[in-house]
C-alpha cells in the first residue's frame, strides 16, 4: 500500500534507567558515537542526571542527542530531590523522557503530572518524549485502546501545532518492558494507530500522521528489523539493550536501513 504521508524521520534513544556511573556513562557513549554514523537514524543517549555533564562532552557535536529521564514541573524552588527543565538545558540536554510506567506506576506519577512535565519540557526547549502504554492486565480486559487516548489526551489536548512539532511520544506496553517479552509488530502497529486516531481528534486533523511514534519495550538487535519493518513505527526506546553500544547500535542500524 502506498504510504499516505511521506517518512516520518526515525529515532532511536536508549533510556539507561539507573545504571552506569559517570565514568561507565562516558565510556559506553564514546563506543556509540565511534559508530553513530552507520545509522540513518536519529540517536539519543539517555543517561541517569549523574552521567549527564560526563555524557555531554562526547556527545557534543557528534548529532546523538543528549537526554534525561526526568524532569520537574517548576522551574526552580524548593523541591527537594527535583532536577528542572532549566537545569537539564544548561547540561546540554535536548530532550527529555516524560511519563516513563516506571514513574507512572512506580511513583504514582499521575496523568495530570505527566502533562504538566511535557508542558514544562517544551517551555524550556526539551524535546519530551512522553511515553504511554497499557499494563498487562489492561491489555486482557481489552482496555488497550481506552487506556492509550486517555494517556494521549490528557497530555496533547490543544497543545498548538509548533509544541506537538516538537514532541515524541513512545509506546511502551508496560507487560512489554525489561521482560523479554516483545510486542508482536502488529500489535505495536494497532498500539500506534490508536495513538496517531487520538491526537488527530484531540489535537487536530493531521496531528496523528506527523507525530513520531516510538516502540519500547524488549527491543532488540533480534527483533528490531521485523518491528521497524511496519511502516507505523518510527523508531525504538530501548532499555536494556541500549547498556551496550554493540547492541544499541544494531537496533539504531535495524531503524535506519528499514
Ligand atoms: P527494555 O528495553 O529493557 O524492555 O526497556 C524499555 C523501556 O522501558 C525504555 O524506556
Known sequence: MPRPWPRRPRLVAGNWKMNKTAEE??????????????SSAALAL?????ALAAVQPIVASTGVLLGAQNLHPEPRGAFTGEISGPMLVALGCRCVIVGHSERRHGMGESDAQV???????????????????????????????????????ASFTGLPPDELAGSVIAYEPVWAIGTGKVASPQQAADAHLTIRATLNRCAGAGAGEAMTVLYGGSVSPQNAAALFAEEQLDGALVGGASLEAA????????????
Open 25 to 38: 556513562g562516558a565510556r559506553l557513549a564514546r563506543e556509540v558515537v565511534t559508530a553513530a554514523g552507520r
Open 46 to 50: 539517555c543517561p541517569p542526571f549523574t
Open 115 to 153: 502533562a504538566a512535565k511535557l508542558r514544562a519540557a517544551l517551555q524550556g526547549g526539551l524535546m519530551p518524549i512522553v511515553c504511554v502504554g497499557e499494563t498487562l492486565r489492561e491489555r486482557e480486559a481489552g482496555e488497550t485502546d481506552a487506556v492509550l487516548a486517555r494517556q494521549v489526551e
Open 247 to 258: 547492541s544499541f547500535l544494531a537496533i539504531a542500524e535495524a531503524a535506519g536501513g528499514a
